[in-house]
């Protein structure tokens, strides 16, 4: 397993990596190093640069071979927020449509980008257990709306919040059987879980959530839609002229790199993290704390939990800080607000328990004694905050 370089000094537990995932030090180390050898600009005439461009169409054609696509598939970009934007506005401005579909668990980029785009979006619910079902898709399609309006559906694999996995590949069928394209918000799940390439008509990684850093992310298409891929930014010949700009090369080589490591670690860091987020879930459970989504297929990194017993969360969420414990509320574009999670509300929870949330989520350098020590840590926290909690 990769070595991480100790997360940070002030840090003693770090489960917050459906947030970022700690910078994976071989990755890190490997392209830095490369690109302290050649920082030539891509696009110049020199051999160097020529390398440079080369190395670019290596790491696009291994991501695509990984994914079972054409190179031409994997579009490079900076943000997650970005590649979002720049899947919807290629899908958006295929036709005058009016409308999109999306479930109610999608990430805030998804929801602003569609609206920004000037689509309407029709919500699909969520059941008490934070799944999206394709009923309500059907009934949705056999509803007033006309599936000519409709740009495409798009549903998040899977929740950063809940963790919760969706049925992609059953939605995908309502929808392309009318002819609609289906996206997928996909990073959150990948690395985490296989993903359904065949099911989807478009949709997104991002490399700080894979151990990369900031600065990288992908739009993906699927070959039946690479023609209506729409320039993000015009000036030059980037990304086949659909982005122009100066390459990321550091960006871009830990992305692709740290998705390949997570891809050849999935299965056995998967058994790991469920066996200690059942040990988890099993301790808060039997002090009061419901998991939200428990009952659905779900990451096996991700833990939310909701403290319904508890007025306080300032003190609970001061006594993790303290002890050097790093976990959020829910989104990380959300957390510093405190407002109730969007989520929870959609699935039923009420506003004072949608504000009573943490997510505890792991990864690829997440240990055994991580879970323990939190454990720990909450035990006499939850007796002074939680009374009537069974400890």
Not at 30 to 54: D, H, T
Not at 96 to 105: A, M, Q, T, V, W
Not at 107 to 126: N, Q, S, T, V, Y
């Amino acid at each position: 397993m990769p070595e991480s370089p100790g997360v940070y000094s002030l840090i003693m537990i770090y489960l917050d990596y459906n947030a970022t995932h700690p910078p994976i030090r071989s990755v890190f180390e490997a392209n830095w190093k490369r690109y302290l050898e050649n920082p030539a600009n891509p696009s110049g005439i020199s051999v160097a640069s020529q390398k440079n461009q080369s190395f670019i169409d290596k790491n696009r054609k291994s991501m695509a071979d990984a994914l079972g696509l054409p190179s031409s598939s994997v579009r490079f970009a900076s943000t997650g927020t970005e590649a979002t934007y720049w899947l919807v506005r290629s899908f958006a401005e295929r036709g005058p449509f009016k409308r999109c579909i999306l479930s109610s668990c999608e990430h805030d980029a998804m929801i602003a980008a569609c609206r920004d785009a000037g689509l309407k979006i029709e919500f699909l619910p969520l059941d008490a257990s934070g799944r999206t079902s394709a009923s309500d898709l059907e009934d949705l399609f056999n509803s007033e709306s006309l599936p000519e309006e409709i740009a495409f559906v798009s549903v998040i694999h899977a929740s950063n919040e809940t963790g919760v996995i969706q049925p992609v590949e059953q939605l995908s069928e309502l929808a392309r059987a009318r002819g609609i394209p289906f996206l997928s918000d996909t990073i959150q799940s990948a690395g985490k879980i296989p993903l359904p390439v065949s099911s989807l008509d478009g949709f997104l990684i991002n490399g700080h959530k894979l151990g990369a850093g900031a600065g990288g992310s992908a739009a993906i298409y699927s070959q039946k839609y690479i023609d209506s891929i729409v320039p993000l930014y015009r000036g030059g010949l980037q990304e086949d002229e659909t982005r122009a700009g100066t390459e990321n090369l550091m960006a871009i080589g830990c992305m692709v790199d740290a998705f390949l490591l997570q891809l050849d670690q999935m299965d056995a860091k998967s058994e790991r993290l469920q066996k200690w987020h059942e040990s988890l879930e099993q301790f808060l459970e039997s002090r009061g704390v419901i998991i939200a989504g428990k009952t659905s297929p779900r990451l096996s990194n991700t833990s939310y939990t909701i403290f319904s017993g508890m007025d306080h969360m300032d003190f609970l969420l001061m006594g993790l800080d303290q002890a050097g414990i790093v976990c959020s509320t829910g989104s990380s574009c959300k957390s510093r607000t405190r407002q109730p999670s969007r989520v929870l509300l959609n699935m039923g929870y009420s506003e004072k328990e949608s504000m009573q949330a943490l997510r505890f989520s792991s990864g690829l350098d997440s240990s055994e004694n991580d879970f323990q020590v939190l454990m720990d840590t909450l035990e006499p926290i939850l007796k002074r905050l939680m009374p009537g909690a069974l400890v």
